[in-house]
């Protein structure tokens, strides 16, 4: 699993075998929403199930949207009037969440120290070393779908990603001994939590993208079993086509984003309505993405 994602996914070991995993559980959600459809059930109200992209209406490549999870928390402050459960989706695999191994050893960032961090660019737990790319904030609100859309404290949300090479630490060939670009924040009062990142590279057969997932406390955000939500966010495909062209560091990531396109994304091919980040920004100046998740709590 140490290699170099701009080489392919067949390159990855671990790849295909999550691309199948994401068919077959899209195949299931498609049934249960046909299902659901002939019995006249609402999926609003529902945790959306299966590994395909945004919810049940499928966006634009250039499109915003809120999303959503399932889980239990402390609701408070208050949110919008209408929002959906995120899209669940695979963590891939490249988590570092103690689900998977490395050379036989387990990898787990949630047990290294200081972990907990907004700014996730350097490594961390006495290893050297920072992601270069153009700045990102990243800030995810956590909202209750079943309680008005309040905002959500007290909640742990575990955010990792790429580099710009496209290689994620701790697996990738020449980030293996990286643990930089993972990350635990807290919701505040607000439902919100934000990371200081870099805009993620484009490797091949993948939108860019980050992963994150939802822990119902930080207690519980020691390992991938404990989530309650895992999902993807989507990024515009025209600030990303503006960041590659323009900025260094981003090698073969122009060139990877023109041959994919979200329809043909394994994961966000059924839409990214719940998954789309709104961003604003600019190379010179850095970029702030956003995103509403819904979980069902």
């Given at each position: 699993?140490?290699?170099?994602?701009?080489?392919?996914?067949?390159q990855?070991?671990?790849?295909?075998?999550?691309?199948?995993?994401?068919?077959l559980?899209?195949?299931?959600r498609?049934?249960?929403?046909?299902?659901?459809?002939?019995?006249?059930?609402?999926?609003g109200?529902?945790?959306?199930?299966?590994?395909?992209?945004?919810?049940?209406?499928?966006?634009?490549?250039?499109?915003?949207?809120?999303?959503?999870?399932?889980?239990?928390?402390?609701?408070?402050?208050?949110?919008?009037?209408?929002?959906?459960?995120?899209?669940?989706?695979?963590?891939?695999?490249?988590?570092?969440?103690?689900?998977?191994?490395?050379?036989?050893?387990?990898?787990?960032?949630l047990?290294?120290?200081?972990?907990?961090?907004?700014?996730i660019?350097?490594?961390?737990?006495?290893?050297?070393?920072?992601?270069?790319?153009?700045?990102?904030?990243?800030?995810?609100?956590?909202?209750?779908?079943?309680?008005?859309?309040?905002?959500?404290?007290?909640?742990?949300?575990?955010?990792?990603?790429?580099?710009?090479?496209?290689?994620?630490?701790?697996?990738?060939?020449?980030?293996?001994?990286?643990?930089?670009?993972?990350?635990?924040?807290?919701?505040?009062?607000?439902?919100?939590?934000?990371?200081?990142?870099?805009?993620?590279?484009?490797?091949?057969?993948?939108?860019?993208?980050?992963?994150?997932?939802?822990?119902?406390?930080?207690?519980?955000?020691?390992?991938?079993?404990?989530?309650?939500?895992?999902?993807?966010?989507?990024?515009?495909?025209?600030?990303?086509?503006?960041?590659?062209?323009?900025?260094?560091?981003?090698?073969?990531?122009?060139?990877?984003?023109?041959?994919?396109?979200?329809?043909?994304?394994?994961?966000?091919?059924?839409?990214?309505?719940?998954?789309?980040?709104t961003?604003?920004?600019?190379?010179?100046?850095?970029?702030?993405?956003?995103?509403?998740?819904?979980?069902?709590?």
């Open positions: 699993m140490s290699t170099q994602h701009n080489s392919g996914p067949d990855h070991p671990g790849l295909p075998q999550d691309l199948q995993n994401i068919q559980q899209s195949q299931r498609r049934m249960t929403l046909a299902w659901l459809a002939g019995a006249g059930v609402g999926g109200a529902m945790t959306l199930l299966g590994c395909g992209g945004g919810g049940s209406s499928a966006s634009s490549a250039a499109g915003t949207g809120t999303s959503t999870g399932t889980g239990t928390g402390t609701s408070t402050g208050s949110g919008s009037s209408s929002c959906t459960v995120i899209a669940q989706e695979t963590s891939g695999p490249y988590p570092g969440d103690g689900s998977n191994s490395v050379n036989g050893s387990v990898v787990n960032a047990a290294l120290s200081g972990i907990v961090r907004s700014d660019r350097s490594s961390i737990a006495g290893v050297t070393g920072t992601a270069s790319g153009v700045p990102m904030t990243v800030t995810i609100q956590l909202v209750n779908t079943q309680n008005s859309c309040a905002d959500l404290a007290g909640y742990a949300i575990y955010l990792w990603h790429c580099d710009a090479g496209g290689n994620y630490s701790l697996y990738s060939s020449g980030a293996i001994l990286q643990n930089y670009l993972r990350g635990v924040q807290i919701s505040g009062s607000d439902g919100k939590v934000t990371f200081t990142t870099i805009v993620p590279g484009c490797y091949s057969g993948r939108m860019p993208h980050m992963h994150f997932e939802v822990y119902p406390s930080a207690a519980a955000a020691t390992r991938a079993g404990n989530a309650i939500a895992t999902s993807q966010i989507a990024f515009p495909t025209d600030i990303c086509t503006t960041v590659y062209s323009s900025a260094t560091g981003y090698s073969g990531s122009s060139q990877n984003l023109a041959s994919m396109s979200f329809a043909t994304d394994g994961v966000f091919s059924d839409g990214t309505s719940t998954e789309m980040a961003v604003t920004g600019s190379v010179a100046a850095g970029y702030a993405a956003s995103l509403t998740v819904g979980i069902a709590a």
